[in-house]
């Protein structure tokens, strides 16, 4: 089968197969230089696919296959690729958004109820989805996205969350201490949005934008969520998370108001 064609190199879909052949070498044990000996190939090319610099053919998805044992899941991620190239571009309402925000260089998230799944504990996110499969489904997305090169991610969060119990007083401090590690890293920007009015703010929402300063967001609903790439949705939403972070409290203030309310209500 010939090399997929259609789309440019260094695109998202190419990243996120990338990120697959990376996350079950990982999980093999092997470093790029072992899987390069044992496919025949330089460890640069191994690079280059996992960074998403180059196309690669079947035959060399399948030999990666048998390499790492992966029971063909790398060519069930080639055969994925392949049909998403097939297209032009993102059909305005259907994004896989989760893909999108594997390969994003930036991420930007306004929260209204609960922390962001990107920021949760494994005991906050077991006392929200109840089903340990889900977690650990979670808990893996996390590893994936917050993996380096990691995207810079930008959150609000409304001061309600910070008080909102799930789970015990023990799942609400190791939660809250977490949010405060995460706040200190590279990168990582958590601001407070304290109880007041943003007009345009009326749901939670995500927006993931890509190297190429494309864009595609998830918007949260009443019964499920929504994903747009829509040239209209996003000008909206940005223009929103800008003024969300113009009323929020700057990042060390909210570092400041989430220490207060560990020790106040969740010690």
Same mark, same amino acid.
């Given at each position: 089968m010939a090399e997929p064609r259609g789309k440019g190199k260094d695109s998202p879909e190419l990243r996120t197969f990338g990120a697959e052949v990376r996350r079950l070498r990982e999980a093999a044990g092997l470093n790029q230089t072992a899987l390069a000996a044992?496919? #025949?190939?330089?460890?640069?090319?191994?690079s280059h696919v996992e960074r998403g610099k180059t196309r690669c053919r079947f035959d060399f998805a399948n030999r990666l296959d048998g390499a790492l044992r992966a029971n063909g899941e790398i060519i069930q991620a080639w055969n994925e690729l392949l049909e998403t190239i097939k297209s032009t571009k993102y059909a305005t309402y259907f994004v896989n958004f989760p893909k999108?925000?594997?390969?994003?260089?930036?991420?930007?998230?306004?929260?209204? #109820?609960?922390?962001?799944?990107?920021?949760?504990?494994?005991?906050?996110?077991?006392?929200?989805?109840?089903n340990p499969d889900d977690t650990a489904s979670r808990m893996g997305r996390q590893k994936q996205v917050m993996c380096s090169p990691m995207p810079k991610i930008f959150v609000v969060l409304e001061e309600s969350v910070l008080l909102r119990q799930v789970g015990t007083v023990e799942v609400m401090r190791e939660q809250l201490d977490y949010l405060l590690d995460l706040s200190r890293r590279d990168g990582i920007r958590v601001q407070i949005l304290p109880p007041v009015y943003v007009e345009e703010a009326r749901a939670a929402f995500a927006i993931a934008t890509q190297s190429d300063r494309s864009?595609?967001?998830?918007?949260?609903?009443?019964?499920e969520g929504v994903t747009s790439a829509s040239a209209e949705d996003l000008a909206s939403l940005n223009e929103t998370f800008a003024s969300l972070q113009a009323e929020a409290l700057n990042v060390r203030d909210s570092r400041a108001l989430i220490r207060k309310v560990i020790e106040e209500r969740w010690t």
């Open positions: 044992l496919v #025949h190939v330089s460890r640069a090319y191994v999108v925000e594997l390969t994003a260089g930036l991420i930007r998230v306004y929260e209204t #109820h609960i922390v962001n799944g990107l920021f949760q504990t494994e005991a906050y996110a077991g006392a929200i989805l109840k864009e595609a967001a998830y918007i949260v609903n009443a019964t």
